[in-house]
């Protein structure tokens, strides 16, 4: 369901003409972060809003499952190594648009030192796997 004035729901859904999908499924988009952290740096948003990680619970964990193998997907397609990548997202209350987004950043040794503060995994930022294991534990 899209929540009024979300720009991610908007995206998501097809709604915003600046925004280019680069990949589409029945559940999620990808397109380019307008603030690239290194050279690649894309988001799969859900098509369903969700405010973040802590909306989903255990019967999501194959659903970021294919976000992060979509994602390394089209990354491997343009010739991108996923052996230097990052994959996670960030928590509650540091998200700049509060609704799921997954990051996938490349090369991840290349990223500034800011962006890798705000992408260090930490309390504030989860990386796909450990993710997984905090879903695994959400009833
Ligand atoms: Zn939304
Ligand atoms: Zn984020």
Do not use: W
């Not at 720009?7 to 972060?33: A, R």
Request: charged share 20%; hydrophobic share 40%.
């Amino acid at each position: 369901m899209a929540v009024d004035n979300c720009i991610f729901c908007q995206i998501s859904n097809g709604q915003d003409p600046k925004s280019v999908l680069v990949v589409e499924t029945n559940e999620f988009v990808i397109f380019q972060d307008i603030k690239p952290a290194s050279q690649h740096h894309y988001l799969a948003v859900t098509k369903n809003h969700y405010d973040s990680l802590k909306d989903l619970n255990k019967t999501h964990d194959s659903l970021v499952q294919r976000m992060e193998s979509a994602l390394k997907e089209f990354l491997v397609g343009k010739g991108v190594s996923v052996d230097d990548a990052l994959f996670g997202f960030h928590l509650p209350p540091f998200i700049t648009v509060k609704h799921l987004h997954m990051h996938a950043i490349a090369p991840r040794t290349q990223m500034s030192f800011l962006s890798k503060l705000i992408f260090r995994p930490s309390f504030f930022f989860k990386t796909t796997d450990e993710a997984r294991s905090y879903l695994s534990q959400k009833e």
